[in-house]
């Protein structure tokens, strides 16, 4: 297998190679059959790195370890399931799919532009496959997945204990990739587009629903981390500003900004070089995370530690800043938009408005995330910048966005006058009143929380009430078409539903959860939140790869219901210490959690932590909510164009651009 797999990234690296010299000697020489041969080479690069991959796995579930990998990673008592999440467990293996992410990517762009090419998919394939080059480098030099042992031990450590401690470790890393990874599409396309100076535009049309369908894939893996550090971790949260969380959310705030501003190009014709700038800025982030967590810069659960390849990275980090804001500083004079604001109240305005506050956002995390370690590398003191800084510093910003998306799709595109605007906002900022009016006299939170809650309605009164009557309209026409138009036309509403449900979520958690340490003998009983909670003893559990405490809590609700829950303390051979796993009565309104954290003479007594959370599992609503939408936004939409002859012909957006020019991005804005 080690052979195998060597020679399968050592071939993989040279038809990388080849396909970026190819494409980029094609498109500037204008030969086509150069450009085509390029184009298979992405299919080649994408059968060696799955072969490759196949050859860790088989690895692993055969427990060879003779290599490196796979006796730090598995072990003979690993389950198979959890044998095959090994293929990502650290490092070396993650990069093994890494590669086979972008590879597919390469390869749906090469299949996409099979026979309509745009004249920069030429610079654009060049541009993937240097990236391609790059990540197949790392595997083939600092780090070495198919390194050998001396001598082979006759057991493996196994993989990280909280990476076996939960099924969702096998849907959260990878949606992550195919969020991170897929960024590369877009930055290739607006790379391409200033290699080649094209002033067309064409090239936002084309990255719209490839960074729509990036968009939705990071959005799950973000909402799925969520879930695994609530499920899993045993804290009571969900988002602990970790450094490796920070650095997954800033891409994914510049890539909401860009299908913002995207609308401004398609619609108005604005916009386009600050676009380019925000395509490099998300795809300059995502390597920035991969260089943190890759680098043995972070020490964190979710990085991986003395990895070689930091200085590799931050060398490519290097060159992405420089190569592509030089290309942006030296195309600005003629790609700079001549077309200006034509009134502060409308849709365009609110647009500039979100891409402000978005990178605002985006300004904090970073600072907060990066200013520590720029402290360590000048030589000062160890220092830790905590939820503190971040919930005040971007709580003002977060309620200025929901104000904003509130009302700002109730605006009118090039303007509109303050009195036909208050007409249309008067209903959602009566509503918003009343709802912080009575969670004021209700006493319950601070200020955030009270205009947070108003924000939230303000945002969902107004979208729900322009949903239902622009459907209730367009049904009235009878058509059916018309009618799936304009539902499809709604996908940017149910995003910012999604958002509105989601922040209702995050305000309910964080302004009124409770919770509570106690210390419970066997038969012991405690009230907690109005529940009784009694203890009920330890019992032990022996796994093959783990011994599981149980320690059993009746739950005695208010309403005199028993629900039983069953915290537990897992013991791993590789673990200092026991890996707690967290029980959770899930509830639409709140959630009852409980985790123990010590166990006390012989387990005849235990110290448990409850939780009374509400509105967490708004937030997974929330999430889904938004994917859903973002989803029925990149659904492709065709238009039947009739020729001179009387003959028809479907085109999509994509392919033909100019057949669309009043469409907008549906993620966000008016129904067509």
Known sequence: MAQLGQAGLLVALALAGYGAVAAFVGGRTGRPSLVESARRAGFAVLVAVAFVNAAMLVALLRNDFALRYVAENSSRETPTFFKVLSLWAADDGSLLLWNLVLAGYLTAVAWRFRHDRPTIFPYALGVMFTVQAFYLVLVNGPARPFALLAVAPPDGRGPSPLLQNHPLMAVHPPFLYLGFIGFT????????????????????????????????????????????????????????????ENVALLPWLVATAFLHSVMLQRRRGMASLWNLTLVIGAFALTTFGTFLTRGSVLVSIHSFAQSAVGPTYLGFLTLVLVVGFGLVAWRSTTLRSPVRLDSVLSREAAIIGNNVLLLSAVGIVLVGTAFPLVVAALGGPQLTVGRPFFTGSLAPVLLLL?????????????????????????????????????????????????????????????????????????????????????????????????????????????????????????????????????????????????????????????????????????????ASEPIGSPAIDRGPVWDLYATTIALQDDGRSATVRL???????????????????????????????????????????DACPEAFPARGPALVGEPR
């Open 402 to 574: 929901l104000l904003l998306v509130g009302t700002a799709p109730l605006l009118a595109w090039r303007g509109t006058t303050p009195a036909r605007a208050l007409a249309r906002l008067r209903l959602p900022l009566l509503s918003g009143a009343l709802v912080m009016v009575l969670v004021a006299v209700a006493g319950s939170g601070g200020l955030r929380v009270v205009l947070g809650c108003g924000l939230v309605a303000v945002l969902l009164v107004g979208h729900v009430r322009h949903v239902a009557a622009s459907l209730l309209a367009t049904r009235r026409t009878g058509r059916r078409g018309a009618v799936r138009r304009r539902a499809r036309g709604m996908a940017g509403y149910l995003v910012h539903l999604g958002l509105a449900v989601l922040a209702a979520g995050i305000i309910a958690s964080s302004g009124f959860a409770r919770q509570a340490e106690v210390t419970l003998a066997t038969g012991q009983v405690r009230t907690f939140a109005g529940y009784q909670v009694r203890y009920d003893g330890m019992r032990t559990e022996r796994q093959p790869q783990r011994t599981v405490l149980h320690t059993p809590l009746d739950v005695t609700t208010p309403s005199g219901a028993h629900e039983r829950l069953d915290p537990r303390l897992n013991l791993y051979p590789a």
């Open 185 to 244: 599409v877009p930055f290739a396309f607006g790379m391409a587009a200033l290699l080649a100076g094209s002033r067309s535009g064409e090239w936002a049309s084309l990255v719209r629903r490839w960074t729509l369908a990036v968009w939705c894939f990071l959005t799950v893996g973000l909402t799925l981390g969520a879930l695994w550090s609530y499920s899993v971790l045993g804290w009571g949260g969900y988002w602990a500003w970790d450094p490796v």
């Open 611 to 653: 939780y009374h959370n509400p509105g967490v599992n708004w937030l997974w609503l929330g999430g889904l909510l938004m994917v859903a939408g973002g989803g029925l936004a990149w659904w492709p939409r065709r238009r039947r164009l009739r020729s001179a002859s009387g003959s028809s012909l479907e085109v999509s957006p």
